[in-house]
């Protein structure tokens, strides 16, 4: 309601970011004012704050076509954010009867995949807000899923009953189960989809053959357990994060020397909540980011292996960070129940 004053009443105006578009008439030229530095994304702001979640975040990511982000955790429940303007949440999607571990997007963007505690893996249906499907086979947390990057919808997922299990959104239950002798905690497929990647809490990066039903080789290095595998935007490596406090990044393509660790990198914590911290590759494969149980945010150089940013705000472990699909935005999702959208250039 627009309640018009007289001149001499004094007006509460709300305060809003000052725009950088504004353009000043003088009595002859114009000035163009610029409020501050210059902007590297369509954002509302250069960092935005979303709240409004119940319960720690463990799990975000964005939408393929940058639009929008979801966010998972431990209140069972996924939500669903505006990327751009006031990023709102729109939607709530309600299923789960444990703790959302992770969730994935289809590379259509049509389908949200998201591993819980409650033993299932769901798929969801973006557009209507709906769950499509529930899978059932496991029999403790699942921790980890991952899903295709082409061809038909297979997911792989991995939990503490020591098995992963492949899925496709197609059929009726589990299509294949490949039994590790410990808990998974990270799980991703291979480029091709011929294989999965596996991390648990005996510190080895398993990758099994779809075909075989049986491990092809394994990637030692790590002292203690895996928390996160991201497969590169070329599908030629893999990051791994793991609790010995180092990032790695393996080659992972079939003809590779005997020695696949290439990188190593350090910074970042992994504290007493002993969570399972994802970490992530920016689109063209320059960067790469993990959470951190020190409440920073880290994005090494993959060339160079260095920091490039410890961003503050977070007063809870970071437990993922991810890159927007196609502008220089990041977003991160914390035990402190907050995401943070910040621009990185």
């Not at 409020?35 to 939408?63: D, N, Q, V």
């Not at 990188?263 to 960067?287: A, V, Y």
């Not at 980011?289 to 994005?299: E, N, T």
Request: neutral net charge; charged residues 25%; proline residues 4%.
């Amino acid at each position: 309601m627009d309640i018009k004053r007289k001149a001499g009443d004094s007006a509460m105006v709300p305060f809003k970011k000052p725009r950088t578009d504004l353009v000043a008439y003088g009595s002859q030229e114009k000035a163009v004012l610029q409020m501050g530095p210059p902007r590297l994304s369509g954002l509302e702001a250069p960092i935005m704050l979303l709240t409004g979640t119940e319960g720690e975040i463990y799990t975000c990511k964005f939408s393929p076509d940058g639009q929008l982000i979801a966010s998972a955790g431990f209140d069972r429940l996924i939500c669903f954010w505006n990327v751009y303007g006031e990023c709102e949440n729109f939607a709530v999607l309600k299923g789960h009867n444990g703790a959302v571990m992770e969730i994935q997007f289809s590379t259509d963007g049509n389908t949200l995949f998201s591993a819980s505690t409650d033993k299932t893996v769901a798929l969801w249906d973006v557009e209507a807000g709906t769950r499509i499907k529930k899978m059932k086979g496991h029999t403790s947390f699942v921790n980890a899923c991952s899903a295709a990057r082409r061809g038909p919808q297979i997911i792989c997922s991995g939990s503490d009953d020591g098995t992963i299990k492949l899925w496709d959104a197609r059929k009726r239950g589990v299509q294949q189960t490949f039994q590790s002798t410990y808990q998974v905690t990270s799980v991703t497929f291979n480029d091709t989809a011929e294989q999965i990647i596996s991390g648990g809490i005996d510190n080895d990066i398993k990758v099994w053959d779809l075909r075989k039903n049986d491990v092809l080789y394994r990637l030692r290095g790590h002292a203690d357990t895996l928390t996160g595998l991201t497969l590169s935007p070329d599908g030629s490596y893999l990051l791994s994060n793991s609790m010995d406090n180092t990032l790695r990044i393996w080659d992972i393509r079939p003809f590779a020397p005997q020695e696949r660790c290439v990188k190593i990198m350090q910074g970042h914590q992994h504290t007493f909540e002993k969570n399972l911290l994802r970490c992530s590759w920016s689109p063209d494969g320059s960067k790469v980011a993990a959470g951190s149980g020190d409440r920073f945010v880290y994005i090494w150089d993959t060339t160079s292996r260095r920091i490039l940013y410890k961003l503050p705000g977070h007063a809870g472990s970071v437990n993922e960070v991810d890159f927007h699909p196609n502008e220089p935005i990041i977003v991160s999702g914390s035990s402190d129940k907050k995401l943070y959208l910040g621009e990185i250039e």
